[in-house]
């Protein structure tokens, strides 16, 4: 939206012209973000005060005390991831478009379950919940394969070993769909202590607008030897104004948590990296970099598939941080330790990015 304000200024004087810089309306979007979630929080939270968390009766007794701390603060997320990216992105490019869609769609699934939550005591069932992100990933991955102007669009690109390039053809459509819904659920899962979730999500949105700036850098992708994806360097605002609103939301979230995400924004978040990863053609360093996600997720099938067929728990309890906990482990040194093993993963992704 500013882009045109800041060419038009341009021809009365050339200083305006900084703004096409993508990294500088990147750092705009983050500053943006940051500054909405901080100036906007303190009276979203009273007014969610009526939206009180309902506090699992078989979770960990410190949970107890939570009970009440307002909840769906994932709403002030997603206003200032929009609010930032309408101000700093290209609004013409279809990749915007196409993350935001997803993070909308998955955050209004997200919200109908924490609603009926806090108003009818339970949420939306299991089933209709995943059929709903199921149609919705589905239709998000069918028009990303049908909008595709390029075969690199559709390629599985692995890591490390540059010259393994697959064409997915028609399987591009299930695997961006098991990414997104994946993703989804699997940030949801891991939202169970203070901070936790954002913590991650900021690490790896801000790992993910690297690879969205080089993959649409016709240069830099070609020194790297890198897919090119014309237009795509332009999700670096989306990425970046996640990253300013996850550590706004940081500042209320961090133990003890003054405010909670909720599904809301916990699966509009997940589905934003999903997506994101998808449009730059990194599904599996996602997965790398994604690996406390995909080990709180494969913790809590391991847990179901364990005590129905053997009637016995592999875990404490399931998602895994929650099994930490009844260890003894303290809920502040859970989550900053999961942090720690979050940010080293990232760096091995980023890695990658040489590594070829």
């Given at each position: 939206m500013l882009i045109e304000l800041f060419d038009m200024l341009s021809g009365l004087h050339g200083g305006f012209g900084v703004f096409r810089y993508l990294t500088l309306r990147a750092v705009c979007g983050v500053l943006t973000a940051l500054l909405i979630v901080l100036a906007v929080g303190p009276e979203a939270i009273r007014r969610l005060h009526r939206f009180g968390e309902v506090v699992r009766e078989d979770g960990p007794q410190s949970h107890h005390a939570k009970a009440g701390t307002p909840t769906m603060g994932g709403m002030l997320v997603l206003l200032a991831i929009f609010v930032s990216t309408l101000l700093w992105a290209d609004l013409t490019n279809r990749f915007v478009w196409a993350v935001l869609a997803m993070t909308l769609a998955f955050g209004g699934i997200g919200?109908?379950?924490?609603?009926?939550?806090?108003?009818?005591?339970?949420?939306?069932?299991?089933?209709?919940?995943?059929?709903?992100?199921?149609?919705?990933?589905?239709?998000?991955?069918?028009?990303?394969?049908?909008?595709?102007?390029?075969?690199?669009?559709?390629?599985?690109?692995?890591?490390?070993?540059?010259?393994?390039?697959?064409?997915?053809?028609?399987?591009?459509?299930?695997?961006?769909?098991?990414?997104?819904?994946?993703?989804?659920?699997?940030?949801?899962?891991?939202?169970?202590?203070?901070?936790?979730?954002?913590?991650?999500?900021?690490?790896?949105?801000?790992?993910?607008?690297?690879?969205?700036?080089?993959?649409?850098?016709?240069?830099?992708?070609?020194?790297?030897?890198?897919?090119?994806?014309?237009?795509?360097?332009?999700?670096?605002?989306?990425?970046?104004?996640?990253?300013?609103?996850?550590?706004?939301?940081?500042?209320?979230?961090?133990?003890?948590?003054?405010?909670?995400?909720?599904?809301?924004?916990?699966?509009?978040?997940?589905?934003?990296?999903?997506?994101?990863?998808?449009?730059?053609?990194?599904?599996?360093?996602?997965?790398?970099?994604?690996?406390?996600f995909v080990m709180e997720t494969v913790s809590v099938i391991l847990q179901v598939a364990s005590f129905r067929l053997t009637g016995r728990r592999i875990f404490r309890m399931a998602p895994l941080h929650h099994h930490f906990e009844l260890k003894g482990w303290p809920e502040p040194r859970v989550i900053v330790r999961l942090w720690i093993v979050t940010l080293v993963l990232v760096l091995v992704g980023l890695a990658t990015l040489k590594v070829r």
């Open positions: 919200w109908l379950d924490d609603y009926r939550k806090l108003t009818r005591g339970r949420g939306v069932s299991a089933r209709l919940k995943f059929l709903l992100q199921s149609i919705v990933g589905l239709a998000g991955a069918i028009f990303l394969f049908s909008s595709a102007e390029g075969a690199n669009e559709l390629q599985l690109i692995v890591p490390v070993v540059k010259d393994v390039v697959l064409d997915l053809g028609w399987l591009y459509v299930p695997l961006a769909f098991f990414v997104i819904v994946g993703t989804s659920n699997a940030v949801n899962l891991t939202d169970g202590l203070d901070g936790l979730a954002i913590g991650h999500t900021v690490l790896i949105a801000g790992a993910l607008a690297v690879f969205v700036y080089v993959a649409g850098h016709s240069q830099f992708a070609s020194y790297l030897a890198f897919p090119s994806i014309a237009g795509v360097g332009e999700v670096a605002v989306v990425c970046a104004s996640i990253v300013g609103a996850g550590l706004g939301f940081l500042w209320f979230n961090t133990y003890p948590a003054q405010v909670f995400m909720g599904d809301i924004g916990a699966l509009a978040l997940g589905a934003a990296l999903g997506t994101i990863a998808v449009v730059c053609r990194q599904e599996i360093v996602l997965f790398v970099m994604g690996g406390v």
